[in-house]
């Protein structure tokens, strides 16, 4: 059974740091592509971070860059989001999803909600 398991969101007030973390299950974690993706209230779900399969290629959203960091630890079958300097329009709820490089599928997970506020 595939799942992706998100945690670490939160309410915090901007400036604030927050990690995300997103542990996989059900299939071979080294084998993906990893991202995080958003979706604010009432917009579309965008792209946030997406990292290769042993971190060699990294790419991050405009909006995002030199506040997120991602990662990931193929040992754990996890990846991060290192969120920083956070802003009100960062909140949204963030979705892990991975994409295989040998097989054409696709998983989600069911999201975590940020929330920046004062």
């Known amino acids: 059974q595939v799942q992706l398991v998100e945690s670490g969101g939160g309410l915090v007030e901007p400036g604030s740091s927050l990690r995300l973390s997103c542990v996989a299950s059900?299939?071979?974690?080294?084998?993906?592509?990893m991202s995080w993706h958003r979706q604010a209230p009432g917009k579309g779900r965008e792209l946030v971070a997406a990292?290769?399969?042993?971190?060699?290629?990294?790419n991050y959203a405009d909006s995002v860059k030199g506040r997120f960091t991602i990662s990931r630890d193929n040992a754990k079958n996890t990846v991060y989001l290192q969120m920083s300097g956070l802003k009100p329009e960062d909140t949204a709820v963030y979705y892990c999803?991975?994409?295989?490089?040998?097989?054409?599928?696709?998983?989600w997970g069911q999201g975590t909600l940020v929330t920046v506020s004062s």
């Open positions: 999803k991975a994409v295989g490089i040998l097989t054409p599928r696709v998983y």
């Open positions: 059900g299939f071979t974690f080294s084998n993906y592509v």
């Open positions: 990292m290769t399969t042993t971190g060699g290629r990294i």
